[in-house]
Each structure stands twice: as structure tokens, then as C-alpha cells.
């Protein structure tokens, strides 16, 4: 079957760090860019960061820079968002979304634009409170 299933969220104080992953199966992930987006209670889904398939390339919204990183092991067809420093306003439900090709998320072809993604997990949930 193929599916991304995320992982990791939970409940968190400010300034605290968790770390989600992103499982792929059913198909070879190494083909793939991977990126992460977030959805707060309502807002729109906005994108968090992503990752090339090749690791060549990585990109982060200015929201998130200096805090999150995003990592990926091909072998285990496994993607990671490290977040660190954590503010409430990263409050969301996080999903992660693959889009095929190894020249994504490299140079100018960065695109967080949800549209741009085909497959999507199910979301896995991140409060900051204190």
C-alpha cells in the first residue's frame, strides 16, 4: 500500500523540541522530495520546509529557519523534522507530502505550494503550551 504515516507530535511547553518522522512505504522514497507542511485551527495549510530527494537540497520558510531541521534516511524510507525552540504559534497539525523527481526542492525549484504535492499522510498533531 502506498502511504506516508507521520509520527512524533504531542503536547509541549515553549521553548521545548520534538521531533516528527515521516514513514514511506510502498514505494521508493529516494525517488522523491518530501516536504513538510502545517495546518493551524483555522488557517490555511501553509509549507514548513522540504527536502530533495538526494539531500542536496533543503529549504525552510522564514518562520521556521535557525529552528527546525529537516534530515531524511533513504534507507529507511524516513523523513525528519527536528524542531527546536518551539513557540506557540507552531501549534498545528503537521503533514508530510512527496512529489516525485530528483530535482525538487534544489536551486529555483523550490515550491511549497501544497497543490504541487501528491501524496499526503494522514497528520500528526504539535501544541505548544505551557
Known amino acids: 500500500q502506498v502511504q506516508l504515516v507521520e509520527s512524533g507530535g504531542a503536547l509541549v511547553q515553549p521553548g521545548g523540541s520534538l521531533r516528527l518522522s515521516c514513514v514511506a512505504s510502498g514505494f521508493p522514497l529516494d525517488y522523491y522530495a518530501v516536504a513538510w507542511f502545517r495546518q493551524a485551527p483555522g488557517k490555511d495549510r501553509e509549507g514548513v520546509s522540504c527536502?530533495?530527494?538526494?539531500?542536496?537540497?533543503?529549504h525552510y520558510e522564514d518562520s521556521v529557519k535557525g529552528r527546525f531541521t529537516i534530515s531524511r534516511d533513504n534507507a529507511k524510507s524516513t523523513v525528519f523534522l527536528q524542531m527546536n525552540s518551539l513557540k506557540p504559534e507552531d501549534t498545528a497539525v503537521y503533514y508530510c507530502a512527496t512529489v516525485y523527481g530528483t530535482s525538487w526542492c534544489t536551486g529555483p525549484n523550490v515550491i511549497m505550494d501544497d497543490t504541487h504535492y501528491t501524496l499526503w499522510g494522514q497528520g500528526t498533531q504539535v501544541t505548544v503550551s505551557s
Open positions: 527536502i530533495s530527494s538526494r539531500e542536496d537540497g533543503r
